[in-house]
């Protein structure tokens, strides 16, 4: 999305509307030129983010546009609508457009909170996480511990590669002696 010139322009355009904010982050490892790009069209109703932590842009958001980022199933998980651009496995819980002419429809059209589009994504975000009591990473903790207690004697057994297992251990510095 953020190397299409035409979204791009289109993405300036929108933002000179004074019609919404544009809050904008980009990948990381990104071209410079191309988060340069973005800085020098920052203006009061679009600013650049240099930023990893997209927890607090995703609550004060209404809505996300993007392409095939990782960040929207993070970003649907809150029950809010995403616009994605020529996403390349698009769902039924986005609004997908694959010409710039289109997006600023889109975009209004992801505003309204399609009864439909919202219905989507909660099955979605049900399918994928259901749970939302903020004790998921506890739940995988218990069960590897859980699952090391255990008997594992059905188990195959992998090939013993003891160069790889101490280059390994030698690199974190972990050197367990039971497991």
Known sequence: ??????????IKRLSTLRKWHFDVVLHPLIDENIVQKFKDIENENLTFHDTTN???LFKKS?????????ALIEYLLQIKPVVTFRNNMPLPS???VTEVSKIEKA?????????????????YANDSHPYYDGKSSERVIDVVLDFLEKDRSYL??????LLRKFKMRKKLNYFKFKS
Request: aromatic share 8%; glycine share 0%; hydrophobic share 40%.
């Open 1 to 10: 999305l953020a190397y299409n010139q035409e979204v791009f322009e289109e």
């Open 54 to 56: 997209l927890i607090p």
């Open 62 to 70: 209404d809505i996300m546009l993007c392409d095939t980022s990782s």
């Open 94 to 96: 986005y609004i997908n």
């Open 107 to 123: 975009i209004e059209y992801a505003l309204t909170m399609p009864e439909e589009i919202l219905k989507n994504i909660k099955k």
């Open 156 to 161: 195959k057994k992998k090939p013993l590669n």
